[in-house]
């Protein structure tokens, strides 16, 4: 079955980065790309972006573009996401998400648990 | 950016009601909408993709349905299971949108 696996909770200090990971099984890594939602204390989901591990091409929403990386390696069906420059109000839980491609775009059929990123001085 | 509205916020009902939770679209999105549930804690599940068309293993009694920009995720005869929080999504153009979510609670 199809599994992204996330690690455990993290904690920055304002200014600094953060790196996520990502690690996929129960499919073909290439095939599907790969999403970020993000989604802040008691609020809604914001996507990120996307990557493409069989290419590395990516897709940043606007309000991230400067800040965020995302990159893929095939040989260890891993994702990861870094996010630069960190504020208190990127304090947020993470999750990578597997786009399933419709035509014109992506809805996620299966989800990461979470990462929860904590920006604290 | 597509803005996605959902109504209500909060939704309070019995095991056994039917109850509806409507999300619009900023601008015509077609049919490109999903609906995900989110529990507490845990990662949101898909539901609904295409606006009405079922995730495979999702029970019978979720259903969608669209009206130009408007659209609605239906729930006949809830379950003790399904009380939580239901998103909206436009896949239809990139920031890939959601809307501010409906909790579903027990009356």
């Known amino acids: 079955q199809v599994q992204l696996m996330q690690p455990g909770p993290e904690v920055r200090k304002p200014g600094a980065s953060v790196k996520v990971t990502c690690k996929a099984s129960?499919?073909?890594?290439?095939?599907?790309?790969i999403h970020w939602v993000r989604q802040a204390p008691g609020q809604g989901l914001e996507w990120m972006g996307w990557i493409s591990p069989n290419s590395g091409g990516t897709n940043y929403a606007q309000q991230f573009q400067g800040r965020v990386s995302m990159t893929s390696d095939t040989s260890s069906t891993t994702a990861s996401m870094e996010l630069s420059s960190l504020r208190s109000d990127d304090t947020a839980v993470y999750y990578c998400a597997r786009g399933r491609w419709a035509y014109v775009g992506y809805y996620f059929d299966s989800w990461g648990q979470g990462t929860p990123v904590t920006v604290s001085s | 950016d597509i803005q996605m509205t959902q109504s209500p916020s909060t939704l309070s009902a019995s095991v056994g009601d039917r109850v509806t939770i409507t999300c619009r679209a900023s601008?015509?999105?077609?049919?490109?909408l999903a609906w995900y549930q989110q529990k507490p804690g845990k990662a949101p599940e898909l539901l609904i993709y295409k606006a009405s068309r079922l995730e495979t293993g999702v029970p019978s009694r979720f259903s969608g349905s669209e009206s130009g920009t408007d659209f609605t995720l239906t729930i006949t005869s809830l379950q003790p299971d399904d009380f939580a929080t239901y998103y909206c999504q436009q896949y239809y153009t990139p920031p890939y949108t959601f809307g501010q979510g409906t909790k579903l609670e027990i009356k």
């Open positions: 601008q015509s999105i077609l049919s490109w």
């Open positions: 129960g499919y073909t890594f290439t095939v599907y790309y």
